[in-house]
């Protein structure tokens, strides 16, 4: 099986491995966890911010954060194809209580305008919900994989600043768009009051997320952690996994994004499924089966069958996801049978 369903399928290395038979661990419980201090701050230096958390997932990043800024009754401003609105909206609104304000963004970049729509577009009076935080994406998960630039970062931190919202940045995949774009982590986080990073994506650790940001907002989020059944204790077994991804996964990501396009290269000369090179700035391709006539789920069914994994993403969007675990020739034979099975569809051999 070819498997291009997410980044998030890899198997650790066997370094990977070593280092977390390896880590020194205690019990973090009392704070003496060594492994998970040392990858905290390790963190919050590259990202240039005060202070770190180890979570165990995204999610959890996501809905801590949430949770540090707002009160029940809040809104959160974001955009629809966000994760934080597209797979946390159940969390958001039962463990966050908050209200998810939507905008609809051309390919998820959001804007100042957007922000000023989303917060003044109905009458608010003093004793009404008010707006108290701003989430963003990068890379933008929904528009795959696309990266928010940073100058439109820049404008909408400077404008989110004047209104008093607070810029929280899902930044599961942020170190794609650090490595696409050659802007360090330092610089483009720079941008943002809170930021999260994924270690299970890209990166091939098999757990752990990182949020960062100011050491009030961190000490914070470590309450919730506890409520929420985050603290671990050995925890320096998840951070040693973290710890070589990051040390050793990071720059090997352009692989993942070269081979993400020599797939929307192969697929694209087809002519099948509307794929957009210039999208294409990571390590995902969208493609659509509207004009095979077909619904994403039985066309992944279908490549299933060939020996190709891949996600529907929506009722005629497919996600094909590169990451360390697929080769450049499994990208050219996923290729291969993806267009296979497009052929037998569309000349009746398959129904
Ligand atoms: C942009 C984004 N944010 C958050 C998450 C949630 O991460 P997790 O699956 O670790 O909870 C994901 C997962 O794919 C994601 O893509």
């Not at 800024?69 to 401003?77: A, H, L, M, R, S």
């Not at 159940?90 to 209200?99: A, N, R």
């Not at 483009?188 to 930021?195: E, G, L, P, Q």
């Amino acid at each position: 099986m070819i498997d291009l369903r997410s980044d998030t399928v890899t198997s650790p290395s066997p370094e990977m491995r070593e280092a977390i038979y390896t880590a020194k661990v205690g019990d973090h419980g009392y704070g003496d966890d060594k492994t998970t201090i040392e990858l905290e701050a390790y963190c919050a230096d590259l990202f240039g911010k005060e202070s770190a958390l180890l979570m165990t997932s995204g999610t959890m990043s996501d809905q801590i954060a949430i949770r540090c800024y707002t009160q029940p009754g809040d809104e959160i401003v974001l955009d629809r194809s966000y994760h934080i609105n597209y797979f946390q909206a159940g969390p958001s609104t039962d463990l966050g209580k908050v209200l998810l304000n939507l905008c609809d963004a051309e390919g998820g970049i959001l804007t100042p305008e957007d922000i000023e729509e989303a917060i003044t577009g109905k009458y608010r009076g003093e004793l009404f919900n008010r707006a108290t935080l701003l989430c963003l994406e990068n890379t933008i998960n929904g528009y795959g994989g696309r990266i928010f630039p940073l100058e439109n970062l820049k404008k909408i931190f400077t404008y989110a600043g004047m209104k008093g919202l607070p810029v929280h940045m899902d930044g599961e995949r942020f170190l794609n768009a650090c490595i696409a774009t050659k802007i360090s982590p330092r610089e483009y986080a720079k941008y943002t009051d809170s930021i999260s990073t994924s270690f299970s994506k890209g990166l091939g650790a098999p757990f752990g997320s990182i949020l960062m940001g100011s050491r009030s907002l961190i000490q914070k989020a470590a309450k919730y952690r506890k409520w929420y059944g985050g603290a671990l204790h050995q925890s320096g077994f998840m951070a040693a996994a973290a710890m070589y991804a990051i040390q050793n996964n990071v720059q090997r990501l352009e692989v993942d994004h070269r081979n993400a396009r020599l797939l929307a290269v192969l697929l694209g000369a087809e002519d099948y499924f509307d794929i957009d090179l210039q999208v294409v700035e990571t390590n995902m391709v969208m493609l659509s089966t509207k004009k095979l006539n077909l619904e994403s789920s039985h066309f992944v069914d279908l490549c299933r069958n060939e020996g190709v994994l891949l996600y529907p993403w929506s009722q005629y969007t497919v996600r094909a996801v590169s990451h360390l675990d697929v080769s450049e020739k499994d990208i050219a034979v996923a290729a291969e049978k993806i267009i296979q099975v497009s052929k037998n569809i569309l000349n009746g051999t398959i129904p």
